[in-house]
């Protein structure tokens, strides 16, 4: 997944001069990124367009907006999902609502790139999936792939887009191989992962990589699991979920953030107001645990939704 997001970025850059990136440590001089996301780009492009900042989350998000307002496409780079907070400010009252605020005379452009996920015991302030946070707020698009090929094309359509992007990229994932068609991949439009007919399991990133390994064990005891494979978060793809639901009749929605109050809770409001008729009996939600992520690498583990855990509440879901 680290090449391919390095070549949606080469991509971009190379069919638009508009298109820069910056965030800490992105140039070549500091070793691409700190994964290095975005090696090679400044020695291509010019550390004009791939900048390397200080140490501020703030200035990163300031400069970016800034930037976009007069034409540029920016990539930002917050190097951890958890120290979006420290962006907060810029993000959420600036970004996401000044083309409302200024009555559609202006866009916000910028794909914010971050990474997260647990397994690496890198504990509390470094792991938290934090995407309810700006999936509430109106204004941002939210997307997080879970395979090279969709990090590649929602990378290429989240640039292109005119409004602000946040580009969730999985830790555990960066060293996922597949194959990659170099094609756009638009931005709410979810995937059919896998096709079945007892139930249907909705996710993203780390989620979905789980909820296929869960589809193939259950299917050895003959449960057929449709696997929905979101990667936008923000606006979800109503018609491809709704059609599976409808046809399986039961759902497990899962993701690795805290279960309380996160994605999977509006989902699953949306299903049973909008498919009461069809479900067969209560939408299941399945996520980390309601605690900071845990330092111990067994309590992390324990911490987050995993194929065994999928698999439970698909069970209970079919009674």
């Known amino acids: 997944m680290i090449e391919a997001i390095n070549a949606a970025l080469h991509a971009a850059c190379e069919a638009n001069p508009k298109v820069l990136a910056l965030g800490e440590d992105l140039a070549d001089n500091e070793e691409g990124g700190v994964i290095g996301v975005t090696k090679g780009l400044s020695t ?28 540029y496409r920016p990539v930002a780079e917050i190097m951890l999902m958890n120290f979006v907070t420290v962006a907060m400010d810029m993000i959420t009252n600036h970004a996401a609502k000044l083309r409302f605020m200024s009555g559609g005379q202006t866009n916000v452009p910028i794909v914010i790139r971050t990474m997260t996920g647990s397994g690496f015991s890198q504990g509390g302030q470094h792991s938290d999936y934090l995407e309810a946070w700006f999936a509430h707020t109106a204004g941002i698009k939210v997307v997080a792939p879970s395979t090279p090929a969709d990090a590649y094309g929602l990378m290429l359509s989240a640039i292109e887009d005119d409004d602000p992007v946040m580009f969730i990229e999985s830790l555990p994932l960066y060293w996922t191989p597949g194959e990659v068609d170099f094609k756009p991949v638009p931005l709410g439009k979810a ?81 049973h107001e909008q498919l009461w008729d069809k479900l067969k009996g209560p939408v299941q939600r399945v996520g980390g645990a309601y605690s900071p992520v845990p330092f111990s690498k067994p309590l992390e583990q324990a911490f987050a939704p995993n194929p065994a855990s999928i698999i439970a509440a698909v069970k209970v879901a079919l009674g």
């Open 44 to 71: 291509k492009f010019g550390t004009d367009r791939i900048k390397s900042t200080p140490i501020s989350e703030q200035a990163i998000m300031g400069a970016a907006i800034g930037a976009s307002l007069v034409g």
């Open 191 to 271: 995937k059919i992962s896998r096709e079945g007919s007892d139930v249907t399991i909705i996710s993203y990133a780390t989620g979905a990589v789980h909820a296929l390994a869960a589809a193939e064990k259950l299917a050895k005891d003959g449960i057929s699991a449709e696997v929905i494979d979101l990667r936008t978060i923000s606006p979800w793809d109503r018609e491809t979920v709704f059609a599976s639901v409808s046809k399986t009749g039961r759902a497990v929605v899962v993701h690795e953030a805290v279960k309380e109050y996160g994605v999977g809770a509006e989902i699953s409001a949306v299903l």
